[in-house]
């Protein structure tokens, strides 16, 4: 009887355990999903070459100079070979240093990519950075480029020559700028002066109707007298109100005519006149601005900018970069120089006042005259 009961009490135990390790799995819930598995981790390295497959590689740099046998004209071209399609710019950079930069999309460069120097005569140095998703090619350049003096563009791949999809760069050997050899003092020196706008472009106006043209033809004739009271010569791209390429020229006509009236007459230096204007009309103040092709510019306008503060008081607006045609398309050191806000009312009343005009053409010599004592210490 006891065997009896135990046998009886192992059955019951076997029972429950087999029940309990094959018991059914509950319904599912209504509405519930479907459980996801968890997929398995790749290590730290495999991520990055995950991530990074994303982007192009820039995989090899080349490049060769080629003189034009008729004409003599320089370039040189750099070659940079990629492992997929991609695009690329360029855009010329004046400041701190002249450069171009080519932005390569969605690349990066390899390990075998290294920054380059050369001799100074067409580039002085390339360097590769990388610039968030993309590939950064700095060209430092021995003086600034015209948009027309580079070339980007790219080449698909070619697999019967064994050629990989290319990013290529031309650089063309910038005309040489003239030998500036300063002297101080303004006697004898040619200095152009541009009034800005003139006959059918009135600039900007007013709230009491008063147009930039009058205003800056006024200064530009009292600067020409004054100058030549100091000995220099005077070269005006207009004397009057007037068109200086003439009626119904478009705006770069009339732009391009007012720079080859410096470079035609070999002017040392070249000051286009203005006023400024702006939306607010509370905004005020004295700017002057500069594209550096030479290392005469920005000198030339932080003397000119000094010296307008002293004679007009107004609010420094500081000297400043920029791409203005006339100061970029001369061929000596030029300023654009804004007197004062005409769009401000108590600004508009002083750039109409005969006084005031008097002043910021003093203020204009004094600033020539400070930058040729500067400049004729740099020879």
Not at 7 to 33: E, R
Not at 38 to 58: C, D, H, I, R, Y
Not at 62 to 80: F, I, Q, S
Not at 240 to 260: H, M
């Amino acid at each position: 009887m006891r065997k009896l009961f135990l046998f009886c009490l192992l059955v019951m135990l076997m029972t429950t355990w087999t029940t309990v390790q094959a018991a059914p799995a509950p319904p599912p819930v209504p509405g519930a999903k479907a459980a996801i598995a968890m997929p398995k981790l790749a290590s730290a390295k495999k991520v990055q070459t995950l991530a990074a497959s994303n982007f192009s590689e820039l995989r090899q740099v080349r490049w060769a100079n080629h003189t034009d046998a008729v004409t003599g004209a320089a370039t040189m071209r750099l070659v940079m070979d990629v492992s997929g399609p991609v695009e690329a710019s360029g855009v010329i950079v004046a400041e701190p240093t002249p450069r171009l930069v080519v932005t390569i999309k969605e690349t990066t460069p390899g390990k075998s990519v290294d920054n380059l120097s050369f001799d100074g005569k067409i580039v002085d140095k390339v360097a590769f950075n990388v610039s968030g998703k993309d590939t950064k090619v700095i060209f430092d350049l021995p003086q600034v480029l015209d948009d027309t003096d580079y070339r980007v563009f790219t080449l698909p791949s070619d697999t019967a020559a064994n050629k990989s999809f290319r990013v290529v760069v031309d650089v063309n050997k910038p005309v040489p700028l003239p030998d500036f050899s300063f002297t101080s003092g303004l006697k004898n020196k040619v200095i152009a002066i541009d009034p800005g706008h003139g006959g059918s472009d009135p600039g900007a106006i007013g709230p009491t109707r008063y147009q930039e043209k009058t205003a800056t033809l006024a200064v530009a004739l009292n600067v020409k007298k004054l100058l030549e009271k100091e000995g220099a010569r005077v070269v005006m791209t207009r004397q009057d109100d007037r068109d200086v390429y003439g009626p119904n020229a478009t705006a770069v006509d009339e732009l391009k005519a007012r720079a080859t009236v410096g470079n035609s007459r070999k002017a040392d230096v070249f000051i286009s006149i203005h006023a400024d204007s702006f939306s607010d009309r509370s905004a005020g103040g004295t700017s002057t601005y500069y594209y550096q092709k030479t290392r005469y510019d920005p000198m030339l306008a932080k003397a000119l900018q000094v010296s307008l503060l002293e004679a007009g008081n107004l609010q420094d607006r500081r000297a400043n970069p920029a791409n203005f045609y006339v100061i970029k398309r001369t061929a000596m050191p030029a300023a654009l120089v804004e007197l004062a806000f005409i769009s401000n009312q108590n600004e508009e009343t002083l750039l109409s006042s005969p006084d005031f005009q008097q002043k910021m053409a003093q203020g204009i010599v004094r600033g020539l005259d400070r930058f040729f004592d500067q400049a004729s210490k740099l020879n």
